[in-house]
C-alpha cells in the first residue's frame, strides 16, 4: 500500500504561484508513474500533470508552460509549481500514484492505484 498526502494549496490571485506537495509513504518502490489530477465544482476529473520514476513528464494543454511536475530523487515527494494562476485553475487538486508506467501520453486516473484527498485551489480574478 502507499499513503499520500497532499499540501499547499491555498487562495491566491490571478497571475499569482502556487507550489502543491505530495508525500508518499508505504511501499512507495513499486511506484513508476506519479501525477496531479483536478476536479472543479460541477466538472469531472481531469489530468493535470505526470512524471515517471525515470523523470518523463506530461502535461495537459491548459498548463503547458505554466505549471512544473517534478519528483525527488527518492521518488517520495511530487511537486507541482503552478505559476501564471488563472481563475479557471480553481479546484481540488489530487495527488496519484501508479504501479504501472504513466504511457506515452498523459495518464487517465484508471491507471492509477493510489489516491490522496486532495488539497483545494482557489483562484481569484
Known amino acids: 500500500q502507499v499513503q499520500l498526502v497532499e499540501s499547499g494549496g491555498g487562495s491566491v490571485q490571478a497571475g499569482r504561484s502556487l507550489r502543491l506537495s505530495c508525500a508518499a509513504s508505504g511501499y512507495t518502490s513499486g511506484i513508476y508513474c506519479m501525477g496531479w489530477f483536478r476536479q472543479a465544482p460541477g466538472k469531472e476529473r481531469e489530468g493535470v500533470a505526470a512524471?515517471?520514476?525515470?523523470?518523463?513528464?506530461r502535461y495537459a494543454d491548459f498548463v503547458k508552460g505554466r505549471f512544473t511536475i517534478s519528483r525527488d530523487n527518492a521518488g517520495n515527494t511530487l511537486y507541482l509549481q503552478m505559476n501564471s494562476l488563472k481563475h479557471e485553475d480553481t479546484a481540488m487538486y489530487y495527488c496519484?500514484?501508479?504501479?504501472?508506467?504513466?504511457?506515452?501520453?498523459?495518464?487517465?486516473?484508471?491507471?492509477?492505484?493510489?489516491w490522496g484527498k486532495g488539497t483545494p485551489v482557489t483562484i481569484s480574478s
Open positions: 512524471i515517471d520514476s525515470d523523470g518523463r513528464t
Open positions: 496519484a500514484a501508479s504501479k504501472y508506467w504513466c504511457g506515452g501520453t498523459l495518464p487517465s486516473e484508471y491507471i492509477m492505484h493510489f
